[in-house]
């Protein structure tokens, strides 16, 4: 699992495809400008983005958060990023109070059925 925090986490994602860093760069830069640079993404308000990439990944964000990715998921809206090349990746918000949220992003083969229902 990778964890990002602030738009300067974005280097630790820089193996991904180009599509997915740009996402995930413009989720964080509306955390940054809305939330602050100088927060804590898990004590305060506004969250984090992650990168899921392997199933254990989903097991250990569930337990963290006290969330359902598998059975019965209530993500706030499903993106699908399509690269040019590479797989495919969801991406979903998971709000965990009225000012906390969690963008989840994974391969579309990894990601439950239920969320891909949603």
Do not use: C
């Not at 964000?61 to 690269?83: A, M, R, W």
């Amino acid at each position: 699992m990778i964890k990002l925090l602030h738009v300067s986490d974005t280097s630790k994602i820089s193996h991904l495809e180009e599509e997915v860093q740009t996402y995930a760069l413009e989720a964080l830069t509306i955390l940054d400008e809305e939330y602050g640079t100088d927060r804590d993404p898990i004590t305060d308000l506004g969250g984090y983005v992650t990168i899921l990439e392997n199933p254990d990944d989903i097991q250990e964000l569930e337990e963290l958060h006290n969330i359902d990715l598998t059975k019965n998921p209530s993500p706030e809206f499903v993106d699908f990023i399509y690269p040019e090349r590479g797989p495919r990746y969801t991406a979903s918000l998971f709000l965990l109070s009225s000012d906390y949220g969690i963008i989840i992003i994974l391969p579309y083969n990894m990601t439950p059925k239920e969320i891909l229902k949603k």
